[in-house]
């Protein structure tokens, strides 16, 4: 079972400058609206292949757009040895900055 993190505690994380990596899996057109500010854009589509982008011994926060494609991203990337969070509701939930 994938964990999950609600948005709010991704912004505190962010705001008491702990050390986040947020993955976006959404597609450009829709980052293109914001994202959260430092977030790697990889679309779900791509994931398989740019797996080499993200480093096995750093955990991530996974999000997307409601938090679907997060949940697939979230059990590809477990199922290869990456520890990961599913950000509930994705960006849809997110209230705090964008760039």
């Known amino acids: 079972m994938v964990k999950q993190i609600a948005p709010e505690e991704v912004a505190k994380r962010l705001r008491n400058g702990e050390d986040v990596t947020i993955v976006d899996v959404r597609e450009s057109s829709e980052v293109a609206t914001g994202k959260i500010p430092g977030a790697k854009h990889i679309p779900l589509g791509q994931l398989a292949l740019r797996k080499s982008e993200i480093d096995k011994d750093q955990s991530y926060i996974i999000t997307c757009q409601s938090g679907n494609r997060s949940k697939a991203a979230c059990g ?22 964008t760039e």
């Open 76 to 97: 590809i990337l477990e199922a290869l040895g990456y520890k990961v969070e599913d950000m509930t509701g994705g960006m849809n939930n997110w209230t705090d900055k």
